[in-house]
């Protein structure tokens, strides 16, 4: 994997990951202006957590037609200004024009009890897939989720170094039900400076785990899924994928590392070979069930990169799409949102069995 980094004239920087072609020539493309938004973390005293304050997002590229995607290699440097300065790439990561996290986000003032604010300093970053406006993850076959998984560790590794990083959250926003703004194949890295509420409940229900048991909660979690077998999709070396026994909404699934590693970094070469199997036959396997492209989230949950020690975090990935059926879309409403209880219309042995179905043979 060669790695070559690029400044941009405003401020930001990109890489060019490449793994069988030379680096990409960089064209002068023009300058994106790095957007001047303000961010801010405000303390949700009711609830104990923060908020992202950023105020340009509003502003963000929405939708543009295929001939303006930023994401596409650059054709002509005449023609437009792109977010990539080169004629052809295989995986980039460049710093999001309009982040919620920011390395120089201003220094604010803490208004006390009630009006707690803190400063938004980290980096946002995002990390396109592949030159090929209509691809998807699994669209190019299982290695190019090979190298991405590659891409993902060197990001948790060089973001999780830095100082004020607490959490790298790795993720992705797939489809416009979900509110993509940008079609061309791409996920994010969020590198935040504090650990985000679902981690700490997750680490939370895991430390009380390990105190009555001696284990890690996903060791024990998967390798129960395992031994049962009705809600496991599909395997590989390494990963496992399976829907939740309590799964929020349906198909959702996990995908879990069958021993205890607890990020990317403690992946050995054949693990990570594992794991970009089972991503890219959950990919398929979402996609053939109805026959559309199945929206999701895809979020990476692994060690926090704050230095705390904990005894047991364990990487797993988890999808959540927002389609209940082939044709209605399941709507987080008042239970979910008010009281925070999901309601889930689906039985998960059912869901796991139709993924199961729809899993593409070895
Ligand atoms: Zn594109
Ligand atoms: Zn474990
Ligand atoms: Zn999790």
């Avoid at 030379?22 to 790095?34: E, H």
């Avoid at 560790?153 to 607490?166: I, Q």
């Avoid at 309601?343 to 998960?348: E, F, L, S, V």
Wanted: proline residues 7%; glycine residues 8%.
């Amino acid at each position: 994997m060669k790695k070559t980094r690029v400044d941009r004239a405003d401020g930001r920087y990109l890489y060019y990951y490449a793994f069988d072609a030379p680096s990409p020539a960089v064209l002068d493309a023009g300058d994106m202006a790095r957007g001047d938004e303000h961010v801010e973390l405000r303390w949700n005293a009711l609830l104990g957590e923060y908020v992202i304050v950023s105020t340009g997002r509003q502003g963000r590229t929405f939708l543009p037609p295929d001939a303006y995607c930023p994401l596409c290699p650059t054709a002509s440097p005449e023609a437009f200004a792109t977010e990539i300065p080169s004629k052809d790439y295989e995986i980039v990561v460049f710093e999001n024009r309009f982040p919620s996290f920011r390395p120089d986000a201003p220094e604010v003032y803490d208004g006390g009890l009630l009006e707690q604010r803190a400063r938004a300093e980290g980096v946002c970053e995002v990390i396109v897939y592949s030159s090929q406006h209509d691809g998807s993850l699994a669209s190019g076959g299982v290695s190019p989720i090979r190298r991405l998984i590659d891409v993902w560790a060197d990001r948790y590794a060089e973001l999780g170094r830095r100082s004020e990083v607490s959490y790298v959250f790795i993720f992705e926003n797939r489809g416009r039900e979900i509110g993509v703004t940008l079609t061309h194949p791409h996920g994010q890295a969020y590198a935040m400076p504090f650990v985000p509420p679902r981690v700490e409940t997750e680490h939370a229900a895991a430390a009380v785990h390990h105190a009555q048991t001696g284990h890690c909660l996903v060791c024990d979690v998967v390798a129960s899924e395992r031994r049962r077998g009705e809600r496991i999709v599909g395997e590989a070396a390494g990963f496992v994928a399976y829907v939740p026994f309590a799964a929020r909404v349906p198909y959702e699934v996990h995908v879990a590392a069958t021993e205890h590693r607890p990020s990317l970094l403690d992946l050995p070469d054949a693990e990570r070979d594992g794991l970009a199997r089972v991503l890219h036959d959950l990919q398929r396997a979402y996609d053939a069930m109805w026959g559309f492209a199945m929206p999701y989230t895809m979020s990476m949950h692994q060690q926090a990169t704050d230095g705390i020690d904990r005894a047991s975090e364990h990487l797993h990935i988890e999808f959540l799409p927002p389609y209940r059926t082939r044709d209605k879309l399941k709507y987080l409403a008042g239970v979910e949102t008010g009281a925070g209880t999901y309601i889930n219309d689906t039985a998960p042995e059912a869901t796991a069995r139709d993924l199961r179905d729809a899993w593409p043979p070895a």
